[in-house]
């Protein structure tokens, strides 16, 4: 189990295995200059755990076309569900018309109810 303890400026709040899933739980701003934090989470706990991911992005205020690769790139590897992704989040998912491959839910309990055939 691991936890991150937030520092400025680092987008990785949580990693961490819970009920059945590894929980990633991301804020502020991730962009080209953050994501090799988040790209080091996922790796980590993929080499940890061989279940399901779930991002919670409830805190995220910015994601770009690396936030959505890297989520694109861990759904290659393992089921992924989203959750609490806000405006910014989901409008990148709209308009590159992802909205529908990476749904998210109101939270983490719901995104991991959605991948418990998963599990």
């Known amino acids: 189990m691991t936890n991150v303890g937030r520092r ?3 987008p990785v709040l949580r990693s961490t295995l819970w ?3 590894w929980l990633i739980a991301l804020g502020g701003d991730i962009d080209m200059d953050s994501a090799e934090d988040v790209e080091e989470a996922v790796d980590d706990a ?5 279940g399901p ?3 919670d992005l409830s805190e995220v205020t910015f994601a770009d076309s690396q936030t959505l690769n890297l989520l694109l ?3 290659a590897r393992r089921p992924v569900a989203l959750a609490g992704a806000g405006g910014a ?3 990148l998912l709209e308009v590159t018309g992802l909205s529908d491959a990476l749904r998210s839910r109101s939270g983490p309990e719901e995104a991991r109810e959605a991948l418990a055939g998963e599990m």
């Open 53 to 55: 991911v779930v991002f």
């Open 8 to 10: 400025a400026g680092h």
């Open 73 to 75: 790139q861990t759904r």
């Open 19 to 21: 009920q059945g899933v």
């Open 46 to 50: 993929l080499s940890r755990f061989g």
């Open 89 to 91: 989040v989901l409008r």
